[in-house]
Structures are given as structure tokens and as C-alpha cells.
């Protein structure tokens, strides 16, 4: 059977993520790896998971934890969101929060929910690659966000317009940004809700390292700020997408929606219509754990990933050749280099895991036109000091080859 005579035209734009076939090198003991953004499984609390899961499963009420469940999710979990929410200044109840599977299923929620082919999202250059593969799916027409740009919202709205369709969105991750590290200021944050209110648009806040700051002051949520403009939840544009995975477990795939009901109903149903509900066994458990050692252990995380960060930035200034720049981030998990122009990132992995045996991301895929080229991201976060040393020492010394390389005059 010819399957393309049966695939929706979508699937054209779908591709494989980079970063998911880099991971298959942590498996060759030899590579150093600072490629997957992933959380360090030494620090997972598995011990407090291990009695939160035998506590779920003990006693006469241990049947509900293998039992179906309602798509808004597990009730005590949403009313510990809804606490640590109003802590970081976005007041709500569980009413306004949606269990997903991951914040992962909440980017393909909300892009099935807003995007008709050929309508705009607004998104940051470089972005999330998860997000663009997510998004990729509804047919959209990408254009470049930057709050504090020169553009005007009609110049946007008639760009899109000009495509056929219309803007609908603006996707950013405000807070220690994946792939640069970088975070949007108090001032970018506001610029960024006028521009939404003149377009008439959502906002998706992905805040998945939100609670990973290692230094400088916090800068309220976008969600916060819009919800001091307007008093009430019900009349805010910006919806909050937040995830366990980066600060308790990964593999359990549990992240949440804060958003106006609206929002919240509407994806609700497609809940229904996907998976039912998120799995109310991993929700159990990750209730158990955030209250029990949440804030005992972000701290712990962020006093060793800001160590790996530290080591990162200082072994970069010493090793990379004249031409490189790279990001300072305050928190998170990345770095983002900047090479000279006319190198090739891509090409650079193929012959730093030939020859150096050090691994990164290359960063055309976090852009929407797949441009910038000469751009890479480096994670810290599953590096020890060491390991960290050394990697850079190796990249290093590869881009001065290559640099010298290009510099070389030409026989003849």
C-alpha cells in the first residue's frame, strides 16, 4: 500500500525532532553531551516518588489510582497549582487549571485549538523547536515576535492578512528562554500585552523554567502582569503553560494550563477526544511529592545547575576563539552560541562527534525559516564541572581549526 495516497497534507510539515535523535548518543559512554535539555536523573527525587506511588497503591482508596478519571485532572493537584500559582502573582482556583500530559500536550492543544491553515503565529527567532514541531502540524504561517521591535501591529496583521489567514497567537517562553537561555524584561513583558490587545490575540506563556532562577530578580509572569491590568482571570488574553518535568520528573509527563474558562473548557473537550485524561496514578504521585519537598528540592536544583552554569560561561570565556558569543542566562539550561558567519553548525556536529566527541544542538531547527545557521545551543544542566572542562576545551579547539581553516588563503 501506498500510504501518501491516504496521509493528510499535514503530515508534510511534521519532522523528526533533532534533539530526540541526538539523546540516542547518551548511550556511547565516550560522548560528551550537552545536547538533550534534560534534567539530571541523579537529582530526581526517587526515594519521595517511590513512597508516593506505594502510598497511592496501599489502602482501600488505592482502586482510584488505576481508575479512569476526569479530564480536568486530579483535584488536590490542581489545588496546589492554584497555590503556587497566586504565590507567583496569578490568583485562580482548579477551576482554571487543566492536567495535561506534559506542557508538551498543551502547545498541540493550543495550536489545534487557534490554527486554521494559513493563519499567523507569532513566534521568537530562534523558538522552542517543540513548539514549531507542535504547531507545525495546524498549517500556520510563522512571523518573528519581538515586543520591542519596530514593526507595528497592522504592518503584522496585514502580512497575514496578505497570506489569507490571521494572526492569532503569540508563543514565547518569557523566562529563561529554550534555546538561548535568554529572559524577556518587565518592560518586553508589558510591550508584549500591547501588542496583543492592539492585534486581538492570545498569549502562550510556556514558563517550563520558571522556577529555575539562579541569580538577578524575578520579573512577574506575563499571566501576572495582564492579570494587574484587568483584576480577573476571566478577562485576561494570556494563557499559562506550566511543567513538573524540568524540577520533579520528566517521565511521568505531568504539566498544567492556567487560563481563562473559556480556554480552559474548550480544552477540556479535546482532553476527551485525545486520551481521556492524564494519568491519574503519575498525578497522585506528583501531588504527594509537590508537597512534600517542593521547595526543598528547586532549591537543590538551583544550587547545582547554577554551579554547571557558572562553570559553563567561565570555561567558555577561556576557550572559544575570537568571534563567538555566547548568552549569560540567569537560569535554565542553555547557553547559545553565536559562531562567526558562514559556519555551519550542523556541519560542526558531524565533525566534532568524528573527531572531538563532544555533542550539541545545532540551531537552524529552532528557527521557524530554518536560517541562522551559524548558531548552536549547549545545555549544563547533566554535565558535571569536569565533563563541562573538558567539553569546552574540545569545542574550542575545533572551531579554531575550523576558523582557521576558512582564514586560510587559497593555492593557486
Known sequence: MDWQNVLAARNGRMKASEIRELLKLLDQPDILSFAGGIPDPALFPTETF???MTEALSGPASGAALQYSVSEGYLPLRDWIAGRMAQIGIPCTAQDVLITSGSQQALDYLGKLMLDPGDTALVTWPAYMGALGAFNAYQPRYDR????GNRTSADIAE????????????YLSAD???????TLDRAGREALLDLAEELDIAVIEDAA?????????????????ELARKGDLQECRTIYSGSFSKVLSPGLRVGWVVAARPVIQQLVLMKQAADLHSPTLNQIATNHVARAIFDDHVARLRTTYAARRDA???????????GVRFTKPEGGMFVW??????MDAAELLAQSLKTERVAFVPGRAFFAD??????????????????????MKRLGRLLSSVGARSEAPVAG
Open 370 to 391: 530554518g536560517s541562522n545557521g551559524n548558531t548552536l545551543r549547549l545545555s549544563f544542566s547533566c554535565a558535571n564541572a569536569a565533563q563541562i572542562e573538558e567539553g
Open 312 to 322: 559553563m560561561l567561565s570555561a567558555l570565556a577561556r576557550y572559544m576563539p575570537e
Open 209 to 225: 523554567y520558571q522556577a529555575l532562577r539562579y541569580d538577578g530578580e524575578p520579573v512577574p509572569p506575563i499571566l501576572a502582569l
Open 145 to 148: 515576535l519581538d515586543p520591542k
Open 176 to 182: 529563561f528562554a529554550n534555546p538561548t537561555g535568554e
Open 159 to 170: 502580512a497575514a492578512q496578505a497570506d489569507g489567514g490571521r494572526v492569532k497567537f503569540a
Open 337 to 342: 552560541l553565536t559562531l562567526p558567519p558562514g
Open 50 to 52: 517511590r513512597d508516593a
